[in-house]
T-cell receptor, first 115, second 115 residues
Framework: DTGVSQDPRHKITKRGQNVTFRCDPI?????LYWYRQTLGQGPEFLTY????????KSRLLSDRFSAERPKGSFSTLEIQRTEQGDSAMYLC?????????????FGPGTRLTVL | AQKVTQAQTEISVVEKEDVTLDCVYE???????LFWYKQPPSGELVFLIR??????QNEISGRYSWNFQKSTSSFNFTITASQVVDSAVYFCALRRAGSARQLTFGSGTQLTVLP
């Protein structure tokens, strides 16, 4: 049983560059979430998908951020024109909608450093 | 608005001591879910427990126990006979029932268990 995977695990980029992260959820999970975690803080919600539909976006998700889940399986999170304030751990989680169990299971994260 | 407060930023104990991690939450909802996650140095958030707002029974799982008190809006976590492997950051989180599915996390408590 494979868990949530994320790629890459680490990304270093220069300010102004675009970056894209990938998340592969647990195979039968139909909900997928993106969170951002800065040092010393808890994760903060960015957006979530149910199947391929993006159902909710946080105000943290500026217009430089875009997320997709084109076939309802893996998802990508793109940040355009990166800024130093974007440096953080980007976490992906997935869950299965059911009446009893809806825990979110997290991937290992992608740590972004913007120089 | 929802809020989770973990007032203890860092706790240090000696192995085999018991330790309690505090969590206080704020919500206007009558139905909600509470969670605890563990984040070891590797970075991946590990799900520990989910508790429904209408179920105030305390729960024990091995060395872990949780005390949910709706009257004080608290969901505290106790580790009995702590071990070095328990060293991690522990997050308490809150999720609304209904259409909003994201987790609201506290800022975490760094637990260090010394040998």
């Amino acid at each position: 049983d494979t868990g949530v995977s994320q790629d890459p695990r680490h990304k270093i980029t220069k300010r102004g560059q675009n970056v894209t992260f990938r998340c592969d959820p647990i195979s039968e999970h139909n909900r997928l979430y993106w969170y951002r975690q800065t040092l010393g803080q808890g994760p903060e919600f960015l957006t979530y998908f149910q199947n391929e539909a993006q159902l909710e976006k946080s105000r943290l998700l500026s217009d430089r951020f875009s997320a997709e889940r084109p076939k309802g399986s893996f998802s990508t999170l793109e940040i355009q024109r990166t800024e130093q304030g974007d440096s953080a751990m980007y976490l992906c989680a997935s869950s299965l909608v059911s009446s009893t169990r809806n825990e979110q299971f997290f991937g290992p994260g992608t740590r972004l450093t913007v120089l | 608005a929802q809020k989770v407060t973990q007032a203890q930023t860092e706790i240090s104990v000696v192995e085999k001591e018991d330790v309690t991690l505090d969590c206080v939450y704020e919500t206007r909802d009558t139905t909600y879910y509470l969670f605890w996650y563990k984040q070891p140095p590797s970075g991946e958030l590990v799900f520990l427990i989910r508790r429904n707002s209408f179920d105030e029974q305390n729960e024990i799982s091995g060395r872990y126990s949780w005390n949910f008190q709706k009257s004080t809006s608290s969901f505290n976590f106790t580790i009995t006979a702590s071990q070095v492997v328990d060293s991690a950051v522990y997050f308490c989180a809150l999720r609304r029932a209904g259409s909003a599915r994201q987790l609201t996390f506290g800022s975490g408590t760094q637990l260090t268990v010394l040998p």
